[in-house]
């Protein structure tokens, strides 16, 4: 399911962004605090198995470890970007791994008396049940995990050959696995603390993990969680990885722009998080702040409703798109921290064509000439908003001024936090401003947009000729040879209008100027962050 996804974080995404420097001196009252993370977002359930939304998993893998991690590419702007190439996927958990002769297994060798926080043998046991989790719960997880390959499903099953050897065996060859398992979804959790706290089930969250986790595989502890208030994490003392750079963090979480603002001059935040670009613009040339910023997986769309109502109509669809303002919501807006593209995922996806992906220019009498040949009289769009996500009321705003100038009216839907994901989540709604997050595996970016009839094509996406692409996308292991289905697919995804696609985000962050360490990935692994 394309779920929603408020900040820029993903399932997928593979940016990252490194500073290091000599110590400087504290600023005012950091040597009598930890180390701070203001974030300005909201989270749901912090269970990787089972929730959607990209902020979520960026938090939860914190306490996570997975078997493999991705290895990462030194730019000459002094970006770090993690490379999807399968060739290059390192040791995490695993200290290495085998591949069967026909492509279908993959045998991986644990580190020895590895443990979780509380002494529980982080072992091969602990590594098959939450592989299995994720597909008994059939949620985001298993999605996502599997690249989207769930008829028959990709992982079959999962076998402890020993103590310290789990095989992963597979229902066809599929290299981009190890991909996946270096994500979010390829999470570890201790079994016995998830059975303490009740049996998992199909499509039911575990209500205790909603605000808990599993004891701790990662680099940190969760020592205090106060949902949409704060956390403080505690240095892991058995974690098998280096270790953080800080013994503890708190993150308070808050969606007021100016108390962010406010904090982050008076120096109370080491990082600040979520920021609109206009703030971010305004701390970057004050003395008490410098900006870290990277590419990111991160588009901001107008998802439509392809099934139902007015945004049913593909002329409409294609009309919208062509009357959208680009430059300047790209200049007001995002404040110059953006890119323009059109097509069904973002540069840096792998398998991403510029030349099929180029970005719509606005062209109202184009625009208008559409309108008319919809044959739609009157035609009316609801735009369901979180105004409390930053910049959205504004972006709504420009869009509806937009649009009612080619003669469709827009009706302004604000909605709660939980109301707009609930809503969006379930595909029950008209059309949807949010900031997404997209994969780094094209097939899987395809398989939960463009699956007909599937829950998790909440856009209700279903474009003629498609289905056999898919299902040949899903039989071809190498990425290489994907390519002329990927791009078969992007041109009747083009040709739909599928989706407004108004700029690709990149990734902000505003630190205080003493903050030396800073490595910018989807996951936000804090334990890279630091002093």
Known sequence: MRKLLIRTAALFSAGALLLSGCGTVPGSGQAERPFTVNWATSLTNIDPAFVCAGDDNSFASNFYARLVQLDTDSQDDGTVVASTDLERVKPDLATGWTTSADGK??????????????????????VRYS?????????????????????????????????????????????????????????????????????DQKGVPNQWLASHTASSSGPYVLDTYVPNNHAILKRNPNYYGPAPLEDTVRINFITSVPTLMLQARREQADVTLGLPPYVVAQLDSEECCKVATAPA???????????????????????????????????????????????????GVSGYNSELSAPRALDKEKARKLVKESGIKNPTLDLMINPAAPSVSTLATILKAAWEEIGVTVNIDSQTPTSFATRFNTGKYESALLFEGAGSVAAYEFRKKMTCDSSFNNQHICIEGSMPLLE????????????????????????????????????????????????????????????
């Open 297 to 347: 997986l991160s588009p901001v769309t107008v998802s439509m409703n392809n099934a139902e109502g007015d945004s049913a109509n593909v002329k409409l669809r294609e009309a919208l798109t062509r009357s959208v303002p680009y430059a300047q919501i790209i200049k007001e807006v995002a404040h110059g921290y953006a890119d323009s593209y059109y097509g069904p995922f973002p540069p």
């Open 472 to 531: 040949k996308l899903g039989q071809v292991p190498d990425p290489k040879d994907q390519q002329p289905l990927i791009d078969k697919l992007t041109q009747k995804w083009v040709e739909n209008s599928s989706t407004i696609v108004l700029y690709r985000a990149r990734f902000t962050a505003v630190l205080n100027q003493d903050v030396n360490h800073f490595k910018y990935s989807s996951s936000l692994r804090v334990s890279e962050w630091g002093r």
């Open 105 to 126: 297994n993959y045998t991986f060798k644990l580190q020895k008396g590895a443990k979780f926080a509380n002494g529980n043998p982080l072992d091969a046991e602990a």
């Open 131 to 199: 592989i299995k989790r994720n597909l008994t719960i059939g949620a985001c997880g298993a999605l996502a995990l599997q690249i989207g390959i769930t008829e028959p499903p990709l992982i079959k099953d999962v076998v402890v050959v020993d103590p310290t050897t789990v095989r992963l065996e597979l229902s066809r060859a599929y290299p981009s696995i190890l991909v996946t398992l270096a994500q979010s979804r390829g999470s570890i959790y201790d079994p016995q603390v998830i059975k303490e706290h009740g049996e």
